[in-house]
């Protein structure tokens, strides 16, 4: 096998401890299910069936599940429809590994808490916490990255193919393609070491990014319709009887967030999706520098620095939610 890169390396040793503790709850189960956080993104979905993927190769002889709400467009399309278990196998020890989620009521299935053991992995801030075997890095891009160093400092395992797939998806997701401020060493070597197994990455981000023709009718609308405050803040609203129009659910309302990125005077965007399912709004909220998890915080979300999600019961709410935006832009008046 050729060569760990430094930063991997670098990272396992940083973290070993815990990483045998973790191999050693994975050898002693023999029923192992994989959680992801709801409403999944590419890397909820990416460190979760890379792990799955892993474990399946490397211990055929045991039972690895998948649990999670299914994404609309990613579900049977980038990776599988998620299995729905009844409640009978929770019943039986069972070991929780819960990836990209630390918040419970944001974990999809809340039947993690059945677990004899439960790991965590992750890279987002938690108030409450589910375990104390966890390996938790606010710093790292991407939590697919996170699970593919403990995968591959593993020694006498192997990252098959598909597994290299779905954890390079997961990175490529959280990191808009290698291109945030999170983007790090470690998350490039990871990258490099990835390809040895021969995934094609275009072949993966055209799976992942594959658009259809009336999905430009949404950005076509979006670009029509958004606004821009006196300080930076770009944002578009999608009330459901738009969205109906346009043929998408709430789910696809914050897909054109990044329109806004890279535009001279434009610091932070967000979107506003109506859901009467959920009986709110759900607001993505994304920023050049500014860290802009607390206000998301203060609207019954949170994240990262740079990328952030809240909801808003009333759209009559969207307003003050921008101005708390705009607040972070004002310079000395
Ligand atoms: P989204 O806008 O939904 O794509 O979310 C952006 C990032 O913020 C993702 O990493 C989410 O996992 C995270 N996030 C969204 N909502 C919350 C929340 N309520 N609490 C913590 N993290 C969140």
């Not at 589910?130 to 400092?153: F, G, P, Q, R, W």
């Not at 291109?179 to 990258?191: G, M, Q, V």
Request: charged letters at 25%.
């Amino acid at each position: 096998m050729a060569r760990l890169p430094e930063a991997i390396k670098a990272y396992g040793k940083a973290h070993w401890s815990t990483y045998k503790k973790i191999y050693s709850l994975i050898k002693k189960y023999d029923r192992i299910c994989v959680f992801r956080h709801i409403k999944p993104d590419f890397d909820a979905y990416g460190s979760q069936m890379g792990l799955v993927t892993f474990i399946k190769d490397n211990f055929p002889n045991k039972e690895v599940r998948y649990v999670g709400d299914n994404h609309v467009s990613f579900a049977g399309r980038v990776y599988p429809v998620s299995e729905s278990l009844p409640e009978s196998w929770f019943e039986t020890p069972f070991l929780a590994i819960v990836c990209d989620v630390g918040e419970p009521e944001r974990i999809a299935d809340p039947r993690y808490a059945k677990a004899t053991d439960i790991v965590k992995i992750d890279h987002h801030p938690c108030r409450s916490e589910i375990t104390d075997v966890k390996v938790v890095d606010l710093d790292s891009a991407s939590a697919s990255e996170m699970v593919y160093d403990l995968c591959i400092n593993w020694k006498g395992k192997k990252v098959s193919y598909q597994a290299s797939w779905y954890f390079y998806s997961g990175i490529v997701g959280d990191t808009g393609n290698f291109k945030y401020r999170s983007t790090s060493i470690h998350t490039f070597a990871c990258a490099e070491k990835l390809m040895e197994t021969g995934i094609v990455i275009s072949d993966i981000t055209n799976c992942m990014f594959q658009k259809k023709i009336d999905d430009l009718k949404v950005t076509a609308y979006v670009l029509g319709h958004f606004n821009v405050t006196e300080h930076g803040v770009a944002y578009y609203y999608l009330p459901e009887t738009v969205q109906t129009e346009l043929n998408i659910t709430s789910e696809r309302g914050k897909d054109n967030v990044n329109l806004f990125a890279n535009i001279e005077g434009i610091e932070a965007w967000c979107s506003f999706s109506e859901s009467t399912k959920d009986n709110c709004w759900w607001v993505s909220i994304r920023s050049r520098k500014e860290d802009i998890s607390q206000v998301a915080a203060k609207w019954r979300g949170g994240g990262h620095a740079n990328a952030s999600g809240a909801r808003i019961f009333e759209l009559s709410e969207m307003e003050a939610l921008v101005k708390d935006l705009d607040d972070l832009f004002v310079k000395g008046e």
